[in-house]
């Protein structure tokens, strides 16, 4: 008999239901903690099917629990939410509607990345997060000297050394040079952090050929082609490039009905959890790529996409959105010409 176990995972327990037979039971609550977690695993049946929502701690969950039952099963909760709304929310409630979607087979699920990716997934995102905390404490020194009537900087970067002799050298109250002292050393301390992070990200990638294949794409560095790989993971799980467009965001959206002709907007940018890694490190590589701003494959709206013949290549997104359009007129037009 089939049985289906839902839980609603927060970070001290866990609710559980079970669908068994097409009626829900509650179990109760489990400790979220290493040990709770496998004493409940070996309560489990190795036909059990568990379903989790995705949340910080889903992944450590399903590692768990992943050997005692036959599937374990992340659930995108965006989408969950929007076919199971409901005045009268629990957390019983929200374990069994998980429980009971996965049993009638309208569960979204979430790709669930092997051991590698999701290692990788979490330097990026790691890194990610040390170049905005960076980012951060440089706005804050600008925003001391501009404060204080300080002009700009004649330097090309106010924080490498020509740029540092010049700060040193302009008035300011000595509270708020003591505070930019320490911001420096910040600045410092987070750059180091840095060349190791990438050190460790390298050693992750040397021997990869995805990473090898898009660093043959112009503005592409190892960075932004880990980030990519990382948050892609397996691309043999896309059957068309179009779902792996649409899995990062970049396709536009789109409104449609009856005959009219479609109206295209901005990009949807219902991207996957991990590609948002990539705008820091984007940002960084278009701008050490100044030199090639007529070429689409360094711009901002450059969008890559695969092609049957000539494989990864990139096109400017908004040149693509207007043939896409005048081609679409075009059959419209015919398509009129034809009915009359």
């Not at 599937?71 to 199971?84: C, F, L």
Request: with cysteine; proline share 3%; hydrophobic share 40%.
């Amino acid at each position: 008999m089939r049985r289906v176990i839902g839980m609603d995972i927060h970070r001290t327990f866990a609710e559980v239901v079970f669908w068994e037979d097409g009626r829900l039971r509650h179990f109760g609550r489990v400790d979220m903690t290493r040990s709770g977690l496998e004493a409940f695993g070996r309560g489990l049946e190795k036909t059990d099917e568990i379903v989790v929502e995705a949340t910080g701690n889903a992944m450590s969950v399903v590692r768990i629990l992943e050997p005692c039952v036959a599937r374990a099963i992340v659930a995108n909760p965006m989408q969950v939410k929007a076919i199971a709304h409901a005045r009268i929310k629990t957390d019983k409630i929200d374990a069994g509607v998980l429980a009971q979607f996965q049993a009638s087979g309208f569960l979204p699920e979430v790709w669930v990345p092997d051991a590698a990716t999701e290692r990788l997934r979490r330097l990026v995102a790691r890194r990610n997060q040390i170049v905005r905390h960076r980012t951060r404490v440089k706005n804050e020194v600008h925003a001391i000297l501009q404060v204080h009537l300080v002009p700009q900087c004649p330097h090309a970067d106010l924080f490498n050394q020509r740029g540092r002799k010049w700060l040193t050298r302009q008035v300011l109250p000595e509270d708020e040079r003591l505070a930019i002292t320490r911001h420096i050393r910040e600045i410092d301390r987070l750059g180091d952090d840095l060349a190791e992070l990438d050190a460790d990200i390298a050693k992750d990638t040397i021997d990869s050929a995805d990473v090898a294949r898009l660093l043959t794409i112009t503005g592409v560095n190892v960075t932004v082609a880990s980030g990519i790989v990382a948050a892609i993971g397996d691309i043999s799980r896309f059957s068309e490039p179009q779902k792996l467009v649409s899995y990062v965001g970049l396709n536009p959206r789109v409104r449609q009905s009856c005959l009219g002709l479609a109206q295209y907007g901005r990009i949807s940018k219902s991207t996957g959890a991990s590609s948002g890694v990539l705008s820091a490190d984007s940002r960084q590589t278009r701008s050490s790529d100044r030199s090639c701003r007529s070429c689409p494959q360094a711009g901002g709206s450059g969008l890559a996409y695969a092609d049957e013949k000539t494989g990864l290549s990139l096109a400017s997104a908004s040149t693509r959105r207007c043939q896409e359009k005048a081609d679409r007129v075009e059959i419209w037009r015919t398509e009129r010409t034809r009915r009359r």
